[in-house]
Each structure stands twice: as C-alpha cells, then as structure tokens.
C-alpha cells in the first residue's frame, strides 16, 4: 500500500510539474471592444429596429430631396463654349441654381453634360441605380451654319438610308441639341440680301441656297423618328438658359420620383393608423365606425348620428329591422321619428324622412348607379 501511495504521489507531482501557470498572449490583430461576430451581430440587431429603420428611411428622403439634389449635381462645360460672350450668362444661370460647375474639355466639343455626386457614407436603403439616374445627360450645342449642314445631309444628300448626324459611337447616349439663332440666320441669309458674305465653303454655300424652314421641319421630324434626338431652337443666350436651369431640376428630381415609384405602396404612409376607427374581432370599435359611416352622409350633424346608433348599434341590426317590415314606405321611413337629442334652448326635433330613406336605400338598394341624395 505504501508502495502504491508513493507511486501516486509521484505521479502527483509530475502532473504538478508539467502543468504550465496560466498565461495571456496578446496578438497584433487584437483591437478593444466588441469582436467582429458581436458587431455584426449590433449591426444586424440596428438594422431590424423599427426607429433605425424610420431614421435611416428619413435621412435617405432627405438627401433625395430636390432642393438637396441639386446640390450636389454638377454640369461639365466645354471651354469651346466660353469662346461666345453670351455664355457668362449660363453660368450666371447655373450658379444662382446652387449647383457646381467645371470647365472641362468635353467630348464631343461645345457641349455640357450633367454628373452626380452620391452622398458619403450612401444610404443603403436606396437602389445605386437611383442615384446614378440622370448620369448620361448630354446637351450639345451647334452653330446655325452647322446644323443646317447636317439638315441637307438628312433631307438632300443621303435620303433615308444615310447615317444620322451628331451621333457619336463613342458617346453611351443620344444628345440633345440646342441652336441658338436660327431664325435670325435663316433671315440674314435670303437671296434677296443686299450684302452676301462670301461662304467659307461650297458646302456652306448649297445649304445657304437649298435650306429654308421647310426643311428645317423635316429634318426635326426626321431627328425624332430616326434617332430620337431633340432639338431645342432658342433665340438668344438668355433663352438657353432658362432651358439648361429647368433641365438641371429635373434631374434633381428624378432620384426622388424614381425612389417613390420603388416603394410597394408609395402613397401609403408608414404609420400602423392614419385614419378612422379600428375594428377587432370581438366587436370593439364597431359602434364608432358606424358612427362615422352615419356621419358620411350630406347634412348629418353628430347628434343625427347618435340617434341613428342609439337606436340601432351596429348595421346588421338595422338590416334586420328593414327585413321585418313588411312595405318599401315602412323601410323608407323606419328612420323618421328617431328623436334627435336638442341642444338647451331648443326644441327636440326628429330624424326626418329624408335620412331615413337615404339610409334604407344605401343598406338595401342593388343598383350601383342609384342616386342617394336627391338634392346633390
């Protein structure tokens, strides 16, 4: 026994001797607070709270305002245009609108075109399609000997089957097109002019003599059926202007409709009950929405719709009741002699024939098209 003893107190105390004290390892990836599974798990514990979700749906229709939208749009201007002295005037424009500008090299040349800013951090309860809406926007403008150019081409030279002009492979999307003075330059350039400038080309001279307004308005025509381009003819700076201004606000409202038409019900508010009385299961509330059923008809005063609940709680006591009588006048005026309480003063007064049928009719009538109020 002695033996055995020693030998387990020996075994004891290799076990002692092999143990190692406790001790702490301290890593470089270590970092205070929660580890990852714990804030993902906070983040996923934010994201299904109701008031986090309310706050971040309110913070994502804010930053698609318009008013805030615009601000952070910014219109690229080719510096070809700022050769024009009318151009101070659109930039005056577009700084009075609140949005950005950059002059820029553009391709294709004297033309603007429209970029987004997205928000940082973006809310990740907006589509990134909405805020790239309105990305490709482009306008480019034209002199008038330039597009009447392009006019002969679709109208004279090619016939149907020639290639669109101001349809770049390079460009994603189709430009809009502005020209500014048209009419004054189709005018100065009439055959019967006493003084003809000599044209800088042959090319410019033909159209000069074979271009007037009839076919300028096919070419437009032309552009629309063919390539879908629009054309803007605007008489003066001023005019273009006020064009590129109410463009550049309808891009700034386009994230914000876009938005709205995403959401399943987009009228329906997110409140659990706007309007009206609930009703439950065990008839709680039922009594109310009655009497504000009552109270839907022309000429009803509140006290008019307690007479008519007071005597009959709920509609289905009143269709039994019109069930029981025996003629359509008794239906009719089942209602009539209800006493209307008064106010002190004044003498109590009855129902009147007139609820009582309009009432019998909406209950029991079949016909959809039946006219309840007789003097409406």
């Known amino acids: 026994m002695a033996k055995v003893g020693a030998d387990r107190a020996g075994g004891s105390r290799r076990g002692?001797?092999?143990?190692?004290?406790?001790?702490?390892?301290?890593?470089d990836s270590d970092t205070e607070g929660p580890t990852g599974a714990e804030a993902s798990s906070e983040a996923v514990a934010r994201a299904r709270d109701p008031a986090e979700q309310r706050r971040a749906a309110a913070e994502a229709l804010?930053?698609?305002?318009?008013?805030?939208?615009?601000?952070?749009?910014?219109?690229?201007?080719d510096p070809a245009i700022l050769e024009d002295a009318g151009a101070d005037i659109l930039l005056e424009a577009l700084s009075?609108?609140?949005?950005e500008y950059h002059i820029e090299p553009q391709r294709p040349a004297r033309s603007l075109r429209?970029?987004?800013?997205?928000?940082?951090p973006c809310p990740s309860s907006v589509p990134p399609e909405v805020w790239a809406a309105g990305e490709q926007d482009l306008l480019l403008?034209?002199?008038?000997?330039?597009?009447?150019?392009?006019?002969?081409?679709?109208?004279?030279?090619?016939?149907?089957t020639c290639s669109v002009p101001w349809i770049f492979p390079e460009s994603p999307t189709c430009p809009h097109l502005a020209v500014i003075g048209l009419d004054d330059y189709l005018w100065?350039?009439?055959?019967?002019?006493?003084?003809?400038?000599?044209?800088?080309?042959?090319?410019?001279a033909h159209a000069m003599m074979a271009v007037g307004w009839p076919e300028v308005e096919e070419?437009?025509?032309?552009?629309?059926?063919?390539?879908?381009?629009?054309?803007?003819?605007?008489?003066s700076w001023q005019e273009l202007s006020q064009h590129v201004c109410a463009f550049t606000k309808a891009l700034a409202q386009h994230p914000f409709k876009q938005f709205q038409e995403r959401r399943a019900v987009s009228f329906c508010t997110a409140a659990c009950w706007v309007a009206g009385a609930r009703v439950t299961r065990d008839g709680t509330g039922l009594r109310g929405a009655w009497w504000r059923q009552i109270r839907q008809f022309n000429r009803v005063s509140?006290?008019?719709?307690?007479?008519?609940?007071?005597?009959?709680?709920?509609?289905?006591?009143?269709?039994?009741?019109?069930?029981?009588?025996?003629?359509?006048?008794e239906r009719l005026a089942l209602l009539a002699d209800l006493p209307v309480k008064a106010e002190k003063g004044k003498r109590p007064r009855r129902l009147g024939p007139d609820l009582s049928r309009r009432i019998c009719l909406f209950l029991t009538a079949t016909n959809p098209d039946l006219l309840l109020d007789l003097s409406s």
Not at 96 to 99: E, P, Q, V
Not at 305 to 316: E, G, K, L, M, Y
Request: one cysteine or more.
């Open 114 to 120: 429209w970029s987004r800013v997205k928000p940082e």
């Open 96 to 99: 009075s609108l609140g949005c």
């Open 219 to 235: 070419a437009l025509v032309l552009l629309q059926l063919w390539a879908n381009l629009d054309v803007l003819l605007v008489a």
């Open 62 to 77: 804010r930053l698609l305002r318009p008013e805030q939208a615009v601000r952070r749009l910014v219109v690229q201007v």
């Open 16 to 27: 002692r001797s092999q143990r190692r004290a406790p001790t702490w390892e301290i890593s």
């Open 302 to 329: 509140p006290a008019m719709a307690d007479a008519v609940v007071t005597a009959f709680p709920s509609p289905r006591l009143l269709q039994q009741a019109y069930v029981a009588c025996g003629t359509e006048q």
């Open 141 to 160: 403008l034209l002199e008038p000997g330039e597009f009447l150019q392009g006019v002969l081409q679709l109208t004279q030279v090619c016939g149907p």
């Open 188 to 204: 100065s350039r009439q055959p019967n002019t006493q003084e003809m400038q000599q044209p800088e080309s042959p090319g410019m």
